[in-house]
């Protein structure tokens, strides 16, 4: 703010009727008035002249001869900020009259002027504390946040140095302090421990009153305690000393405090005190709303990890997942996936999105993946874990829908799956050809009440990915082209898998449309945002691997995902079948969860087993006893028998089998 | 076709978040959608409808000739819609991937009275 933006000579009325009266008043010695003459002057030129004069300086002579050489005499009428003047000079002989005048306005207009310029300091701390406040409570960013309003307040109330200690509350609800500091480098603080709450920092600490003192040292409160009685050694000397309360305006709570320090005595006025308590208040906002906020982001963030399963390993199966939140907006969503282990040695492999964003659709999601674990558990047809589920929403759900891909990998490389509307999943074959499954054959969930049911041959050496929208669609990339683009970059990724493609394929297509986002959603990463899961079924030594055969090496499927979205991938080993179906007496003594079967979880196979004869070799253990499958209902029909029926399915399978055997011979 | 013809229509149709017109016609009511229909224009959508059925319009035709990107929210209040109506026909203007895709996936094509135009849609019987 300032009160001097006129051009020079375009002096206000009142100080042109001030010049009038004050040349009026030069007087030679017979009290006629003389000639005077008026001239503007630069700063630079006032600050040059000395004289008395509050407001209206008398030049005194050794000025005059200075500045006005030839004048008799001068007075300057200095403007309110005393940025410049008008002299009104004159070269005649005069008497005392214009001191007198000069003395009698300057009296006259002094308080006034005092006024003024007292109320101009104090707009331009309004000014500055408005500029801060707008500045800091904008900031969410606690980092950001704490650090300008340090350097603000610091610069504010002219302190040497200060410093912003504040309270923080981790993910575990446990409070730590912090720091800031300005005017000094970190080096300057960093040998020493925290301050603790003696009766010098007792007032700030504790929010009872900000504590302003023109020498610390001098205080009584000063240098009690133990082991420095006073600074420690090597601190930056204080005398001056300001401290200031944060202090949250949502619960009183003590946020931290303000420190500024000064090596010389009395630097900080009250002015500085209400500065430092303005910027103090307007940090307490700040500091709330961004606790708040990182309390808001914490909890969905913990809501959706813990919504998040992780993937089991699965004998057979190499899996690797991602879930990655959206680079913006809510950190959680109607995004899951789910890798369920069937009894029978089936897998069911889960991934759906709840329309809409935030909580609400969290919670949806919460309850859908639970519906649909359940009724993956009970071992029914995955057309009908759909159609239950869909039953089930009518009741809850209101203008959303949910979309749903459901497969069931059955013992006997095949795949069986229904689709609620979601997009259609990706099989690469070990030929290296691609295929989509279930593009379009059924309504989301929410919507549809049939799911028909689809079956894909799931050999060793296939892969399968299932991923969300958030992979392939975007509002600059529409969905066709991101799902071709999918399905190149699938087809192109390396064999066997590795974590790393599967990652680099996550970044290559969400990193076409959003490079900026997905940077900042790795940074989120870092701080715990960002989940990602990877598990690998149940591997063997390399060694082995090699010897299973081209067609048998495990590989990892492709996880992916882009912004919130889950990816899962699945592929096919071959010792997965194998496994399950020949080598069940071995695997179960290390996996003793595994071979615990019910009749109930063969119920929605049984149907296809009965198509599929290339399925199961009949390797030497089936014969062998099976304790689990002993426990299974008398009339399952899963058994060593019926798989030692089947021929080895597949000519290049036969070197797997081999070496299955041989394993599980071994193992004996 | 993968640039959307534009109608026009919508007073904001520049405005990069989108916007619902609602224009009567002797037919109906056309809501006329323009710009990405993700979860804020969803909204918006949402609440152009319910003032449209509140007309009690024969015809309530939604065109999304100028909808840029439909995410599953967009089409789950088409959906809401189509349900909702209850006497009103609901028909919805589509042509284009861009849209007409996210139809298909999720089979709402079957649900959902999808027309080429907007002209098609109001002479349609």
């Given at each position: 703010?300032?009160?001097?933006?006129?051009?020079?000579?375009?002096?206000?009325?009142?100080?042109?009727?001030?010049?009038?009266?004050?040349?009026?008043?030069?007087?030679?010695?017979?009290?006629?008035?003389?000639?005077?003459?008026?001239?503007?002057?630069?700063?630079?030129?006032?600050?040059?002249?000395?004289?008395?004069?509050?407001?209206?300086?008398?030049?005194?002579?050794?000025?005059?001869?200075?500045?006005?050489?030839?004048?008799?005499?001068?007075?300057?009428?200095?403007?309110?900020?005393?940025?410049?003047?008008?002299?009104?000079?004159?070269?005649?002989?005069?008497?005392?009259?214009?001191?007198?005048?000069?003395?009698?306005?300057?009296?006259?207009?002094?308080?006034?002027?005092?006024?003024?310029?007292?109320?101009?300091?104090?707009?331009?701390?309004?000014?500055?504390?408005?500029?801060?406040?707008?500045?800091?409570?904008?900031?969410?960013?606690?980092?950001?946040?704490?650090?300008?309003?340090?350097?603000?307040?610091?610069?504010?109330?002219?302190?040497?140095?200060?410093?912003?200690?504040?309270?923080?509350?981790?993910?575990?609800?446990?409070?730590?302090?912090?720091?800031?500091?300005?005017?000094?480098?970190?080096?300057?603080?960093?040998?020493?421990?925290?301050?603790?709450?003696?009766?010098?920092?007792?007032?700030?600490?504790?929010?009872?009153?900000?504590?302003?003192?023109?020498?610390?040292?001098?205080?009584?409160?000063?240098?009690?305690?133990?082991?420095?009685?006073?600074?420690?050694?090597?601190?930056?000397?204080?005398?001056?000393?300001?401290?200031?309360?944060?202090?949250?305006?949502?619960?009183?709570?003590?946020?931290?405090?303000?420190?500024?320090?000064?090596?010389?005595?009395?630097?900080?006025?009250?002015?500085?005190?209400?500065?430092?308590?303005?910027?103090?208040?307007?940090?307490?906002?700040?500091?709330?709303?961004?606790?708040?906020?990182?309390?808001?982001?914490?909890?969905?963030?913990?809501?959706?990890?813990?919504?998040?399963?992780?993937?089991?390993?699965?004998?057979?199966?190499?899996?690797?997942?991602?879930?990655?939140?959206?680079?913006?907006?809510?950190?959680?969503?109607?995004?899951?996936?789910?890798?369920?282990?069937?009894?029978?040695?089936?897998?069911?492999?889960?991934?759906?999105?709840?329309?809409?964003?935030?909580?609400?659709?969290?919670?949806?999601?919460?309850?859908?993946?639970?519906?649909?674990?359940?009724?993956?558990?009970?071992?029914?047809?995955?057309?009908?874990?759909?159609?239950?589920?869909?039953?089930?929403?009518?009741?809850?759900?209101?203008?959303?829908?949910?979309?749903?891909?459901?497969?069931?990998?059955?013992?006997?490389?095949?795949?069986?799956?229904?689709?609620?509307?979601?997009?259609?999943?990706?099989?690469?074959?070990?030929?290296?050809?691609?295929?989509q499954l279930g593009d379009a054959i059924a309504q989301p969930l929410g919507v549809g009440t049939e799911f028909p049911e689809r079956t894909a041959a799931f050999p060793p050496g296939t892969d399968l990915l299932l991923y969300t929208d958030g992979l392939v669609e975007s509002r600059s990339r529409d969905v066709t082209q991101g799902m071709e683009w999918l399905r190149t970059a699938f087809a192109d990724l390396p064999r066997p898998l590795t974590s790393d493609a599967c990652d680099g394929l996550v970044a290559a297509l969400t990193g076409a449309s959003t490079t900026t986002m997905s940077r900042s959603s790795t940074c989120t990463a870092r701080a715990g945002g960002?989940?990602?899961?990877?598990?690998?079924?149940?591997?063997?030594?390399?060694?082995?691997?090699?010897?299973?055969?081209?067609?048998?090496?495990?590989?990892?499927?492709?996880?992916?995902?882009?912004?919130?979205?889950?990816?899962?991938?699945?592929?096919?080993?071959?010792?997965?079948?194998?496994?399950?179906?020949?080598?069940?007496?071995?695997?179960?003594?290390?996996?003793?969860?595994?071979?615990?079967?019910?009749?109930?979880?063969?119920?929605?196979?049984?149907?296809?087993?009965?198509?599929?004869?290339?399925?199961?070799?009949?390797?030497?253990?089936?014969?062998?006893?099976?304790?689990?499958?002993?426990?299974?209902?008398?009339?399952?029909?899963?058994?060593?028998?019926?798989?030692?029926?089947?021929?080895?399915?597949?000519?290049?399978?036969?070197?797997?089998?081999?070496?299955?055997?041989?394993?599980?011979?071994?193992?004996? | 076709?993968?640039?959307?013809?534009?109608?026009?229509?919508?007073?904001?149709?520049?405005?990069?978040?989108?916007?619902?017109?609602?224009?009567?016609?002797?037919?109906?009511?056309?809501?006329?959608?323009?710009?990405?229909?993700?979860?804020?224009?969803?909204?918006?959508?949402?609440?152009?409808?319910?003032?449209?059925?509140?007309?009690?319009?024969?015809?309530?035709?939604?065109?999304?000739?100028?909808?840029?990107?439909?995410?599953?929210?967009?089409?789950?209040?088409?959906?809401?819609?189509?349900?909702?109506?209850?006497?009103?026909?609901?028909?919805?203007?589509?042509?284009?991937?861009?849209?007409?895709?996210?139809?298909?996936?999720?089979?709402?094509?079957?649900?959902?009275?999808?027309?080429?135009?907007?002209?098609?849609?109001?002479?349609?019987?």
């Amino acid at each position: 703010m300032t009160l001097t933006a006129r051009n020079p000579g375009d002096q206000d009325p009142e100080t042109d009727a001030v010049l009038d009266a004050l040349a009026s008043a030069f007087t030679g010695p017979d009290g006629r008035p003389v000639p005077v003459e008026r001239r503007l002057l630069s700063a630079d030129r006032i600050a040059g002249l000395r004289g008395d004069g509050d407001g209206v300086l008398v030049v005194d002579d050794a000025a005059l001869a200075a500045q006005f050489p030839g004048a008799t005499a001068a007075l300057v009428v200095l403007d309110r900020e005393h940025q410049r003047g008008t002299a009104l000079i004159t070269h005649d002989p005069v008497g005392r009259t214009h001191v007198v005048a000069a003395e009698a306005v300057g009296a006259a207009t002094g308080g006034l002027r005092r006024a003024v310029a007292a109320l101009t300091a104090e707009a331009a701390v309004i000014d500055a504390l408005q500029s801060v406040g707008r500045q800091l409570t904008a900031q969410l960013d606690i980092d950001t946040l704490v650090q300008d309003a340090t350097d603000a307040a610091t610069t504010a109330v002219g302190a040497a140095f200060g410093a912003f200690f504040y309270n923080l509350i981790n993910q575990f609800g446990e409070s730590y302090t912090l720091y800031t500091l300005s005017g000094v480098p970190r080096e300057a603080f960093s040998r020493f421990p925290m301050p603790r709450n003696t009766e010098v920092f007792a007032p700030t600490f504790d929010g009872t009153g900000t504590l302003r003192s023109d020498d610390i040292t001098a205080d009584r409160r000063f240098g009690h305690n133990a082991p420095y009685h006073g600074m420690p050694e090597g601190h930056l000397p204080v005398r001056s000393y300001l401290a200031v309360s944060v202090i949250s305006p949502s619960n009183g709570e003590v946020l931290g405090g303000f420190f500024f320090g000064h090596p010389e005595r009395s630097r900080f006025t009250a002015r500085h005190e209400g500065l430092a308590e303005g910027i103090a208040g307007y940090s307490a906002i700040a500091l709330d709303n961004a606790r708040l906020y990182e309390r808001e982001r914490n909890f969905t963030r913990e809501l959706s990890r813990n919504m998040l399963p992780e993937a089991p390993p699965v004998p057979g199966l190499d899996l690797v997942t991602r879930y990655l939140p959206a680079a913006r907006g809510p950190n959680i969503g109607g995004d899951w996936f789910d890798v369920i282990r069937l009894d029978g040695g089936a897998t069911a492999f889960v991934i759906g999105d709840v329309v809409g964003h935030g909580v609400p659709a969290a919670t949806i999601m919460g309850q859908v993946r639970t519906a649909v674990r359940s009724y993956a558990l009970l071992g029914l047809a995955p057309s009908e874990v759909l159609r239950r589920v869909a039953a089930l929403l009518d009741g809850f759900i209101d203008s959303t829908f949910v979309t749903c891909f459901y497969a069931v990998h059955a013992p006997g490389d095949e795949l069986v799956f229904a689709n609620a509307g979601h997009l259609p999943a990706l099989l690469r074959h070990a030929d290296g050809t691609t295929e989509q499954l279930g593009d379009a054959i059924a309504q989301p969930l929410g919507v549809g009440t049939e799911f028909p049911e689809r079956t894909a041959a799931f050999p060793p050496g296939t892969d399968l990915l299932l991923y969300t929208d958030g992979l392939v669609e975007s509002r600059s990339r529409d969905v066709t082209q991101g799902m071709e683009w999918l399905r190149t970059a699938f087809a192109d990724l390396p064999r066997p898998l590795t974590s790393d493609a599967c990652d680099g394929l996550v970044a290559a297509l969400t990193g076409a449309s959003t490079t900026t986002m997905s940077r900042s959603s790795t940074c989120t990463a870092r701080a715990g945002g960002r989940r990602e899961t990877r598990a690998e079924g149940d591997r063997l030594p390399r060694r082995d691997v090699g010897d299973g055969g081209a067609a048998d090496r495990p590989a990892p499927g492709p996880g992916a995902v882009g912004r919130r979205h889950p990816a899962l991938a699945g592929s096919a080993g071959g010792r997965r079948a194998r496994g399950l179906r020949g080598h069940g007496q071995r695997r179960r003594a290390r996996l003793p969860r595994w071979g615990r079967r019910t009749a109930g979880g063969h119920r929605a196979l049984r149907g296809r087993r009965a198509d599929g004869d290339r399925r199961g070799p009949g390797p030497v253990e089936d014969a062998g006893p099976d304790r689990d499958d002993a426990r299974a209902r008398p009339d399952d029909d899963r058994r060593p028998v019926r798989r030692q029926r089947d021929p080895a399915p597949r000519g290049r399978h036969d070197g797997h089998d081999a070496f299955r055997a041989r394993v599980v011979v071994t193992g004996r | 076709m993968t640039e959307p013809e534009r109608p026009g229509q919508g007073p904001l149709d520049d405005e990069p978040e989108g916007s619902v017109s609602v224009d009567q016609v002797p037919e109906g009511v056309v809501l006329a959608v323009a710009g990405p229909l993700d979860l804020a224009l969803a909204a918006s959508l949402r609440r152009s409808v319910e003032r449209a059925t509140r007309l009690r319009p024969g015809l309530l035709v939604i065109d999304l000739s100028g909808v840029t990107f439909l995410a599953s929210v967009g089409m789950a209040e088409l959906v809401r819609a189509n349900r909702q109506a209850g006497e009103t026909t609901v028909r919805v203007v589509a042509s284009g991937r861009i849209v007409l895709r996210p139809l298909e996936l999720t089979r709402l094509t079957d649900e959902l009275a999808i027309h080429a135009t907007l002209a098609d849609a109001l002479a349609a019987r």
